[in-house]
Structures are given as structure tokens and as C-alpha cells.
């Protein structure tokens, strides 16, 4: 059974760094990309970045060049770092992936992330 479960959210002051991290069961880093989405007040939920499985990384716009999205194969945990946060970037984070065969979608519950101005 695929579980992932996001923590590292918090309250932070614009310029700040945060590291989110997913635990993630159920699933291997090899054969899964894994990805970070938000959902930000008023707008629906969003890509952020992702890893592949070969260790390919991609990251929207928004965060390009502030952020590092990584994996620990052994640990199965994905990171996402943030930094020089913006007010813009609050919001609930998401990690996501996918079974390969029937492409059904896994969630975890989130874990917010608020910056102050």
C-alpha cells in the first residue's frame, strides 16, 4: 500500500529556507518519479517540481533557481528545499506519485508552509 507523508512546513520570514520532506511506503524510488505539487490560496493545485527515477529533476518557473528537489533511495524520503521564500509561496505542499501500472495517483495530506512579509 502506497502511503507518503509530508512534514517540514512552517511558519517563516520572507528570505527564509525551509526543507519539506516525504516519507514515502509502498513504492520504489527506481522505477518512480515523485513530485512536489502546492496549492496556494484562491488557485488550484500546481506542479512545483520533480525527480525521476533516473535522477532528472524539473522545476516550474516560480521556483527555479530557489529550490532543490532531491530523494534518499535507501531512506525513500523526497525533499524539497525552499529558499528565499515569498509571500507567494504559502500554501500547502503535496508530494505525488503514481502507480506504474494503473497510473492511479497517491497524495499525502500536505504540510503548509506560511511566510510573513
Known amino acids: 500500500q502506497v502511503q507518503l507523508v509530508e512534514s517540514g512546513g512552517g511558519s517563516v520570514q520572507a528570505g527564509g529556507s525551509l526543507t519539506l520532506s516525504c516519507a514515502a511506503s509502498?513504492?520504489?524510488?527506481?522505477?518512480?518519479?515523485m513530485r512536489w505539487y502546492r496549492q496556494t490560496p484562491g488557485k488550484q493545485r500546481e506542479l512545483v517540481a520533480f525527480?525521476?527515477?533516473?535522477?532528472?529533476?524539473y522545476y516550474e518557473d516560480f521556483v527555479k533557481g530557489r529550490s532543490t528537489v532531491s530523494e534518499d533511495d535507501t531512506s525513500t524520503m523526497l525533499y524539497l528545499q525552499l529558499n528565499n521564500l515569498k509571500a507567494e509561496d504559502n500554501g500547502v505542499y503535496y508530494c505525488?506519485?503514481?502507480?506504474?501500472?494503473?497510473?492511479?495517483?497517491?497524495w499525502g495530506q500536505g504540510t503548509r508552509v506560511a511566510v510573513s512579509s
Open positions: 505525488n506519485t503514481e502507480d506504474q501500472q494503473t497510473r492511479r495517483g497517491y
Open positions: 525527480i525521476t527515477s533516473d535522477g532528472r529533476t
Open positions: 509502498g513504492i520504489s524510488f527506481s522505477t518512480n518519479t
